[in-house]
């Protein structure tokens, strides 16, 4: 079955240091992966996407993530955390076998906390 | 530029009850996706329209519904209420059902309490 694992419910961070969510997938085939980011009583807001090339993805807000296709792992990173960050965070999957359309497996959600 | 809007934001209904959720995509798009958050869970996708038809649907029962207007928005209808459908209600929009940039857009949700 198609799964998107986030196996930390929480991350603790001091500003300034880097952090980093991980998330691992298990998909047949080619993975198109994502990162979302929502605050509190808000929607979720796109990041970043791995779909193909250079496996180290640049996005939003200054955050990167790595692709790994032999651990299948999806990390994301930001060199330097801030306290705005503190948010849930949470990787996706697009679903291979809604062939191709635009349906995306969500793991549970890792909360990050960027302690001052 | 509006981004996705939806309405109404909070709402409390009963067992037994019927909802209605309601969804303007971003300008410009034309797919709608609808997905639920249960407290403390990963959205979950309940069905994707496009052209005013459903094009995929998730693990949901036939008690949740949806249409898609001329205008590319969308509705969510939840028959018959059960305590578990307690959750966040969100819409996404796309500018294609198919997987180009696969970026969706969000909505802030609609919160659905049902006691």
């Known amino acids: 079955a198609q799964s998107v694992a986030q196996p930390e419910d929480q991350v603790n961070v001091a500003e300034g240091n880097p952090l980093t969510v991980k998330c691992t997938y298990s998909v047949s085939g080619n993975p198109y992966l994502f990162w979302y980011v929502q605050y509190p009583n808000r929607g979720l807001q796109f990041l970043l996407k791995y779909i193909t090339g250079d496996n180290l993805v640049k996005g939003s807000y200054g955050f990167e993530a790595e692709f790994n296709k032999s651990q299948t792992s999806f990390h994301l990173k930001k060199p330097s955390a801030l306290v705005s960050d503190s948010a849930l965070y949470f990787c996706a999957v697009r679903d291979p076998i809604s062939g191709g359309y635009n349906k995306l497996i969500f793991g549970a959600g890792t909360r990050l906390a960027v302690h001052p | 530029d509006a981004g996705v809007t939806q309405s109404p934001t909070h709402l409390i209904k009963t067992r037994g009850q019927q909802v209605t959720l309601r969804c303007s995509p971003k300008?410009?798009?034309?797919?709608v996706s609808w997905y639920q958050q249960a407290l403390g869970q990963g959205p979950q996708f309940i069905f994707q329209y496009y052209e005013e038809e459903e094009r995929q649907r998730g693990n949901f029962p036939d008690r949740f519904s949806g249409h898609q207007f001329p205008n590319y928005s969308s509705e969510l209808n939840v028959n018959a209420l059960l305590l578990g459908d307690s959750a966040l209600y969100l819409c996404a929009s796309s500018l294609e059902p198919l997987v180009g940039t696969g970026e969706l857009f969000f909505g802030e949700g609609s919160r659905l309490t049902v006691l």
């Open positions: 300008s410009g798009h034309d797919t």
